[in-house]
């Protein structure tokens, strides 16, 4: 019975996610199917849509920054961290325990790929990181620890990108669900914590943050 609960126990991994997917009811379009307020794409979802078995709030000292264009958003930059933890950093994440099959699944829906990629998983803990896709902007299955003793994930640029680009609302909006629900924060620390992010101060006040913010 021991070695069955082992097993059973390896098929499990925490998914941590920092950008849109805070907002559980985003994060569920990638294993149930369907569209979240404000994004233009409507997700297949997984073959598994069971919902996570246990979600609960995270810290990374991984830098948090905004990049890229995203039109399914109304263009404005998207969430990335640093692949490198660096002192004093404080990035707030939410875990959510998915079997890894539902991971590679929502992998290959962020991807835009139509099948899930092979994801060596026991590789990518001993190097810290599995590239899946070179070419896509979150391409990278990064390792970062063990939460519960079990291993924790999370999809990222390759490589780190030097060019910043603001978020448009839509994405700051979802971005704000996501930090309420996980995190319990209130408007006021959500402005702070976004105001501080790079990419974010580029454009937005902490005013509009807070304006932002009220529910």
Request: hydrophobic share 35%.
């Amino acid at each position: 019975m021991h070695s069955q609960d082992h097993k059973a126990k390896l098929d499990y991994v925490w998914y941590a996610c920092y950008g849109s997917n805070l907002a559980q009811g985003r994060f569920l379009c990638y294993l149930q199917g369907g569209q979240y307020p404000g994004n233009r794409k409507a997700y297949k979802g997984s073959r598994n849509k069971a919902a996570p078995t246990h979600s609960e709030k995270y810290m990374l000292n991984h830098p948090l920054y905004f990049a890229k264009e995203a039109h399914i958003w109304g263009g404005g930059g998207v969430c990335f961290i640093s692949n490198e933890p660096a002192s004093g950093a404080e990035t707030l994440v939410r875990l959510y325990r998915i079997t890894r099959d539902q991971f590679a699944d929502l992998h290959a829906q962020e991807c835009n790929k139509k099948d899930p990629a092979f994801i060596d998983f026991e590789k990518a803990r001993q190097q810290g990181y599995w590239d899946a896709y070179s070419e896509k902007w979150y391409g990278r299955i990064l390792f970062l620890g063990l939460a519960q003793k079990e291993p924790v994930f999370t999809f990222n640029h390759v490589g780190d990108l030097a060019q910043r680009n603001p978020p448009a609302p839509n994405y700051l909006k979802s971005l704000i669900d996501g930090l309420r629900q996980s995190h319990q924060l209130s408007p006021e620390k959500i402005a702070e914590y976004l105001v501080a992010q790079d990419g974010v101060r580029q454009k937005y006040s902490l005013e509009d943050l807070k304006e932002l913010a009220r529910p």
